[in-house]
């Protein structure tokens, strides 16, 4: 089987390997989809906590070809021929922020495509209980995206969303945007600032009341602070989501929360920040950190479930196999609007080109129009 491996920073060699044995406890995922995001590009750049030659890949979906001995013959439900999704993160079970429940902290964490081989590669053996099953009328390509819905809800539900509050979400690119589709589920009424104002284009149509575009001055200017605080009484937002991972973001969202407030920080970034002493004590916030899920990849298949368009619109561009080079050259040149990045497996069927295949990430999708 063809695999793909970055063995150095920017450079990718394709491999003629031998499929994987089929071991106890696992199965064999033909992988259809990869999807990818900035941790990726890192990895390509050699910018990253890992160590090269790696397989890359980690948000991905696929079909079971074989399964291994499990447990008797329990397979937890998964059958060969069924769509799967794939939890990438592994964790110890046995370290403290295990015990604790918190396993998307552990110690010992690991993660397929970032730090062992991944899944771009044509047959990847995956643990069993990784499996998770693709909604039936959910596209296996949308199904790819599990992954990063389920770091956007991990995101949300740190913050103890509620009903009837007005969140503000800081960045408008694929986690900000699936956080706002979750929040807005969840009955909040979100307002989205992003510096691209396509992105604020297609953020009303993921369910915001409002978007903010931050200017090169101050922000928000005063035109935009009464109407924020038209929309929060005067106080400010009681949630913040931070997912942009600028220093300058997560100051502003301190500026802004309600006295009270909590704020969510989920975009990471090794850059250092200023804040003041002050604030966070005087209006007695909850500042909090959100990396990875507890193990949410079947709700963020339960949302991508819901909200078909909306995930289709993330997706900007598709490439073949053959065409990983031109998608991470894409990613860091910067030189169209990128959402989400497809690449299409030889199981896929699809022929990928770079030519043609993207679309206007804001138009994508035609405003939907949050609640009054």
């Not at 590009?41 to 291994?68: C, K, M, N, R």
């Not at 694929?174 to 297609?202: F, N």
């Not at 497809?342 to 896929?348: H, L």
Request: glycine residues 10%; proline residues 6%; hydrophobic residues 40%.
């Amino acid at each position: 089987m063809l695999t793909a491996r970055t063995v150095a920073r920017e450079t990718i060699s394709y491999e003629d390997v031998a499929e994987p044995v089929l071991e106890p406890g696992h199965a064999l995922v033909r992988v259809h989809h990869v999807t990818l995001c900035g941790t990726d590009l890192h990895i390509w750049e050699d910018d990253y906590p890992t160590e090269l030659p790696i397989v890359q890949g980690h948000e991905f979906s696929g079909v079971v070809e074989a399964i291994g001995n499990y447990n008797s013959g329990n397979t937890a439900g998964i059958r060969v021929g069924d769509r799967v999704a794939v939890s990438p993160m592994t964790y110890c079970g046995t370290c403290r922020p295990c015990l604790q429940g918190r396993f998307n902290v552990c110690r010992n964490i690991s993660c397929i495509g970032c730090y062992s081989d991944g899944a771009l590669v044509e047959v990847l053996s995956v643990p069993v209980e990784k499996l998770c099953p693709v909604p039936e009328g959910l596209a296996l390509d949308l199904a790819a995206m599990a992954e990063p819905a389920s770091i956007a809800m991990q995101a949300v539900n740190r913050g103890r969303p509620e009903a009837g509050e007005t969140a503000l979400v800081l960045g408008s690119g694929p986690i900000g945007l699936l956080a706002t589709l979750y929040l807005t589920d969840l009955g909040v009424d979100v307002v989205c600032a992003d510096t691209e104002p396509d992105r604020l284009s297609l953020a009303r149509a993921f369910g915001a009341v409002d978007t903010l575009l931050v200017g090169p001055a101050c922000f928000p200017d005063n035109e935009q602070s009464a109407r924020l605080g038209r929309r929060t009484d005067g106080y400010g937002p009681g949630l913040v989501l931070e997912a942009t991972g600028a220093p300058s973001s997560l100051e502003i969202a301190i500026r802004l929360v309600a006295s009270a407030g909590r704020i969510v920080q989920v975009g990471i970034s090794p850059r250092t920040a200023t804040v003041s002493m002050k604030d966070i004590p005087f209006k007695e916030l909850d500042l909090l950190g959100s990396r990875n899920s507890l193990n949410l990849i079947p709700d963020g298949l339960d949302l991508l479930t819901r909200h078909p368009d909306q995930a289709r619109a993330l997706m900007t561009h598709r490439f073949g196999f053959a065409e990983l080079q031109q998608a991470y050259e894409l990613m860091r040149n910067r030189t169209e609007k990128v959402g989400k990045i497809v690449i299409d497996m030889p199981a896929a069927g699809i022929t990928g080109s770079a030519a043609g295949s993207a679309k206007a990430f804001a138009g994508a999708l035609a405003p939907a129009g949050g609640r009054p």
